[in-house]
């Protein structure tokens, strides 16, 4: 088998990593990988968004399967162009993949078929929005409708604030079009849990739940980033709150996607926010989260590319798939200065004594050397029985590895040992 992984960060490393674990695969290729990546797959130099690219090259080299794993490309419809071709693939096609590409169609499909969320309005005329938010309650939140690399969210605390993000939203178009309609929402508080689920349309799989760590600096201070670190299981996410979920947000979510013409198949990624009032959606992804998977597929005991062709061929209810009951912490290693400026080309050295699991997110390979190139670099993970073993032997292989101008976060997990306690 010849499998083509589509993507080249962290994520798509440990998706890799896991699809090693298979025999029956020969050779996988990443379009267009990294660095890293390159220790484990085939890196092809084609971009995630190319999709007369990635089609060419599945032709030429009779790819068997494909995994689109990043957003922008499953939004462009890469799944389609592939499938048209004879290529079965992991992840949602282009009329499912909207429940990301269109934060407004997100919501108001939760309005439609009553799915917990915050209370919203839609506005497309920036006037509207400026009008609205003079009497509108304070903190809101506001975001832009398409895909911005995550950043298109903006939680205003104050009513000038609210106001800057509209403009540069809507008027000075920071995020292009993605900011041509707006979404203003009612700020809702209370632990954020991250819920991944395998589904064929028809069945739903929920992960283990994780615990990200948006924040840039210790003790959730400095500005939001891709991620800074995750743990799983996450300790607020109790076996009470996975059966409402299920019966009030995941098997509704399908069903609707499903009654609206656009059933979804892939990894659905379920934001959640435990309110006093219950578990409500914050948001939807239409795939793998990063770095929730780095923490969540190496506590996964099943086969990851009998999941995936399950998916694909509508047989998930098939399949029994099975989880480990310990926990994983992954600590996110980054270049000084991101999620902002940050200077690239350091060498990364991994010391012989290295025993984690290292998922590589901005790497290259020069002349056989793997150097710096983006702002999340590395993620280090652990496994262990207990959670609190986890974040140790986390911290412990992380101090294995090494670059110039290296930063992570100390308090990976500390919230939720804490939450534990309680």
């Not at 050779?27 to 484990?40: F, M, R, S």
């Not at 995630?48 to 494909?66: P, R, T």
């Not at 700020?187 to 069945?203: N, Q, W, Y």
Request: hydrophobic letters at 40%; glycine letters at 10%; aromatic letters at 8%.
């Amino acid at each position: 088998m010849k499998v083509m992984v589509v993507g080249g960060g962290g994520r798509e490393h440990t998706i890799i990593k896991k699809l090693k674990e298979n025999k029956t695969i020969e050779t996988i290729y990443a379009l267009p990988g990294n660095g890293g990546i390159a220790k484990d797959a085939v890196c092809v130099n084609i971009g995630a968004k190319d999709l007369d690219g990635a089609v060419n090259f599945a032709k030429e080299n009779q790819i068997d399967f494909a995994v689109v794993a990043p957003d922008d490309p499953l939004v462009l419809g890469m799944v389609d162009r592939l499938e048209e071709i004879g290529v079965p693939c992991f992840g949602p096609n282009k009329n499912a993949a909207i429940i990301e590409g269109s934060k407004v169609f997100s919501k108001n499909l939760m309005k439609k078929y009553n799915i917990p969320t915050a209370q919203y309005e839609v506005f497309t005329e920036m006037d509207e929005a400026l009008k609205y938010l003079e009497t509108a309650p304070i903190p809101t939140v506001i975001k832009a409708d398409g895909l911005a690399l995550g950043k298109g969210v903006v939680i205003a605390t104050t009513r000038d604030e609210a106001f800057d993000a509209v403009k540069s939203m809507m008027q000075d178009k920071v995020f292009g079009e993605s900011g041509s309609q707006i979404v203003i929402e009612e700020f809702l508080t209370g632990p954020e849990v991250s819920v991944l689920a395998f589904t064929d349309g028809k069945t739903l799989v929920p992960m283990v739940s994780s615990m990200d760590h948006k924040r840039a600096l210790d003790n959730d201070q400095g500005l939001n980033t891709g991620g800074m670190g995750t743990i799983a299981p996450n300790p607020y996410y109790t076996s009470d709150i996975a059966e409402v979920c299920m019966k009030e947000i995941f098997i509704p979510t399908i069903e609707a996607m499903k009654n609206e013409g656009r059933t979804f198949k892939g990894c659905l990624y379920f934001g959640l926010m435990l309110t006093e009032k219950g578990p409500k959606v914050i948001e939807y992804n239409c795939r793998f989260g990063d770095p929730e998977t780095q923490v969540v597929l190496p506590l996964l005991k099943t086969d990851l590319f009998e999941i995936f062709k399950a998916v694909a061929n509508e047989t998930l209810a098939d399949i029994n798939v099975e989880f480990s009951d310990g926990s994983a912490c992954c600590v996110v290693m980054a270049s000084e200065g991101y999620p902002k400026a940050y200077e690239s080309g350091f060498e990364i050295k991994v010391a012989p004594e290295f025993k984690g699991q290292l998922f590589v997110a901005g790497a290259k390979d020069v002349d056989g050397k793997m150097l710096t190139a983006g702002g999340r670099v590395l993620g280090v993970t652990e496994t262990a029985d207990t959670l609190e073993d986890a974040i140790k032997k986390a911290y412990q292989e992380v101090k294995n590895v090494s670059f110039d101008n290296a930063f992570y976060r100390k308090d990976i997990g500390q919230r939720a040992l804490k939450a534990k306690e309680a």
